[in-house]
């Protein structure tokens, strides 16, 4: 018997990554069909550019009118799933990164069963909302979001499983983006209207950086503030502006950068990969300390106002020593590490899930 399972991908490219190892893995053991739906030809031509045994059955869903196919603009995910329904609904299983398709749960005949792998490994809040109750199983990175989901009634002990993060599988090596050997600065502001550096503090944020001295600047948003603001702009040349590549979203900025700047952005845990200084935005005065929110905010320093950052950068190196155990610590909480490839435990989850669903739908 033939275990077909789907995964959706109705999101921005950046979340691709979190869920291709798995599904690349899935198609390599025996009696596993893995499908990938998608409305963006383009998104489908990222993942095929990964599988080069073409295993995965690549299908294009109808797309609701929009703008132009983008990677990192996607229609709709609540008019892609209506106007794909009648296809989506025929796959028994279905493994998505997003929590917009616990929607199907409110229509009538559906019977699918539905796997969720939590993308990212942040602390704000906003990774923990009530959709994500709607999911048979989830898939998270480390002990941390585990606890938080339990914690807050999204999910129990039972149907939250630790899988560990396999976008590091597919990571990018360090890279030169720079003509010089100046350190490199990446700052990553995140989308989220009432914690982002970038949305409340832009311009400030923007002359400081071009302000400074001996270092390189690597912009790179979030995709989802890349594509709700005006481009970033700026003649500067030791700065770098990326407001959508696939280096924004593939790590290699994380990768070749020797100090973040940043607000609330879960990509702080794939810097911390190779712990190296961080220093934190709260440019809003926020009373963070006792806030999980805001726990990465412990990993390095913390600035009130931007005017303190060439004094920051200036002492980043000689106090990460004393931020390496707490950077360490709070990766091992957040991303489960071992010696198994996350793709292959996540696979393991995902295939044991679908077999026993199908050992009850057959009873």
């Known amino acids: 018997m033939r275990t077909d399972i789907a995964f959706l991908a109705i999101t921005e490219a950046h979340q691709i990554y979190h869920w291709l190892p798995a599904a690349l893995a899935l198609s390599r053991r025996a009696g596993v069909k893995v499908h990938v739906l998608s409305p963006s030809c383009m998104i489908l031509d990222l993942v095929a550019s990964y599988d080069s045994q073409g295993a995965l059955n690549l299908i294009r869903l109808r797309r609701p009118l929009s703008s132009p196919d983008s990677l990192f603009r996607q ?22 990164t997003e929590i917009s398709s616990g929607w199907l749960r409110s229509m009538p005949g559906f019977s699918s069963r539905m796997v969720q792998i939590k993308h990212g490994a942040g602390d704000r809040d906003g990774g923990y909302k009530a959709r994500h109750a709607a999911f048979d199983m989830t898939i998270v990175a480390g002990d941390k979001d585990r606890r938080r989901l339990i914690e807050r009634g999204l999910c129990t002990s039972n149907n939250c499983a630790v899988g560990s993060y396999a976008k590091f599988e597919l990571q990018a090596a360090r890279q ?41 600047v690597i912009i790179a948003p979030h995709t989802k503030l890349a594509a709700r603001t005006p481009p970033i702009r700026t003649d500067a040349p030791h700065i770098r502006v990326d407001m959508g ?19 609330v952005s879960s990509q702080i845990y794939e810097f911390l990969l190779h712990p190296r200084p961080c220093i934190f935005l709260n440019l809003d005065r926020r009373d963070w300390r006792d806030d999980e929110a805001f726990a990465h905010w412990r990993l390095g320093q913390v600035i009130d106002d931007i005017s303190a950052l060439p004094q920051a950068l200036e002492r980043a190196a000689g106090l990460q020593a004393g931020f390496v155990d707490a950077q360490e610590a709070a990766m091992s909480d957040s991303i489960d590490r071992s010696s198994r490839l996350a793709s292959e435990r996540q696979a393991d989850i995902i295939l044991n899930f679908a077999r026993k669903s199908e050992g009850t739908a057959s009873a």
């Open 176 to 216: 030169r983006f720079f003509d010089n050997d100046l350190p490199v600065l990446l700052y990553n502001p995140h989308f989220d209207g009432k914690l982002s550096s970038w949305l409340n503090h832009g311009q400030a944020v923007l002359a400081a950086l071009e302000a400074l001295e001996h270092w390189n």
């Open 245 to 263: 590549s696939r280096h924004s979203i593939d790590m290699s900025y994380t990768m070749s950068a020797d100090v973040y700047l940043g607000d």
């Open 75 to 96: 229609p709709s995910r609540l008019l892609t799933l209506m106007l794909n329904y009648a296809s989506i609904r025929r796959f028994p299983l279905l493994v998505t």
